[in-house]
């Protein structure tokens, strides 16, 4: 399929079900089942954070995960300043209302084609926002343009019904990105590589 075919597609398939119940923030993250299954399928995410810094979630949706990161990570003295991209113009503008100290970190954009002016400490993607012949490559142009020195790509698959499970730390590997850590849920997988530059305790 045309690559822009592919993106359209998603990008109207998100749109209707994320946007089809204004009331429900989890669906509006792409989780219709409530706080309980949030928890369960997000808070493995919290492994992947070690120390405070600049979070780009790319797919940010309505913020919800980055929000919840925050909170999650309070009791541990961890602080994330929040940034977001999302293709879905809808979907910024609920980020930007739930974080309104920030609405200047949020925008839209594709990541395929995202070129940010700036790095961040960590950036979180997943595996399927873009065709599967494109997966392993953007992986590795994401982690050489946008991560900054000692930081952090985390990459998830979520992974919906069945038992289908891509092997992200091999897509990784197979860009030689040196997969540094990996955790998940029940639907959820995740691997992360380090830039150079980190140390235990920098
Ligand atoms: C499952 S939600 C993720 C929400 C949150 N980041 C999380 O991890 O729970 C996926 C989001 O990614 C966005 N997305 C999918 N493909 C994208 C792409 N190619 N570029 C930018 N955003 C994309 C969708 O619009 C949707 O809001």
């Given at each position: 399929?045309?690559?822009?075919?592919?993106?359209?597609?998603?990008?109207?398939?998100?749109?209707?079900?994320?946007?089809?119940?204004?009331?429900?923030?989890?669906?509006?993250?792409?989780?219709?089942?409530?706080?309980?299954?949030?928890?369960?399928?997000?808070?493995?995410?919290?492994?992947?954070?070690?120390?405070?810094?600049?979070?780009?979630?790319?797919?940010c949706?309505?913020g919800?995960?980055?929000?919840?990161?925050?909170?999650?990570?309070?009791?541990?003295?961890?602080?994330?300043?929040?940034?977001?991209?999302?293709?879905?113009?809808?979907?910024?503008?609920?980020a930007?209302?739930?974080?309104?100290?920030?609405?200047?970190?949020f925008?839209?954009?594709?990541?395929?084609?995202?070129?940010?002016?700036?790095?961040?400490?960590?950036?979180?993607?997943?595996?399927?926002?873009?065709?599967?012949?494109?997966?392993?490559?953007?992986?590795?142009?994401?982690?050489?343009?946008?991560?900054?020195?000692?930081?952090?790509?985390?990459?998830?698959?979520?992974?919906?019904?069945?038992?289908?499970?891509?092997?992200?730390?091999?897509?990784?590997?197979?860009?030689?990105?040196?997969?540094?850590?990996?955790?998940?849920?029940?639907?959820?997988?995740?691997?992360?590589?380090?830039?150079?530059?980190?140390?235990?305790?920098?």
């Amino acid at each position: 399929m045309d690559r822009e075919v592919w993106f359209e597609t998603l990008r109207r398939r998100v749109a209707d079900f994320y946007l089809s119940d204004p009331a429900d923030e989890f669906r509006q993250s792409g989780r219709s089942a409530g706080a309980e299954r949030w928890f369960e399928t997000r808070h493995c995410l919290v492994e992947a954070i070690d120390r405070s810094g600049d979070f780009m979630d790319i797919g940010c949706a309505n913020g919800l995960l980055l929000d919840t990161l925050i909170e999650w990570l309070g009791p541990d003295g961890l602080t994330i300043v929040p940034h977001g991209i999302d293709f879905v113009p809808e979907l910024i503008e609920l980020a930007r209302r739930r974080h309104p100290h920030h609405v200047d970190n949020f925008s839209v954009a594709n990541v395929w084609d995202w070129a940010p002016d700036r790095r961040y400490d960590y950036v979180r993607t997943n595996v399927e926002y873009v065709p599967d012949t494109d997966r392993a490559g953007n992986l590795r142009r994401l982690f050489d343009e946008t991560v900054g020195p000692g930081g952090r790509l985390i990459v998830c698959h979520y992974v919906g019904g069945g038992n289908q499970t891509d092997d992200i730390a091999g897509l990784m590997r197979s860009v030689g990105l040196d997969v540094s850590g990996i955790t998940g849920a029940d639907g959820v997988a995740v691997a992360w590589v380090d830039a150079p530059g980190r140390s235990a305790d920098s």
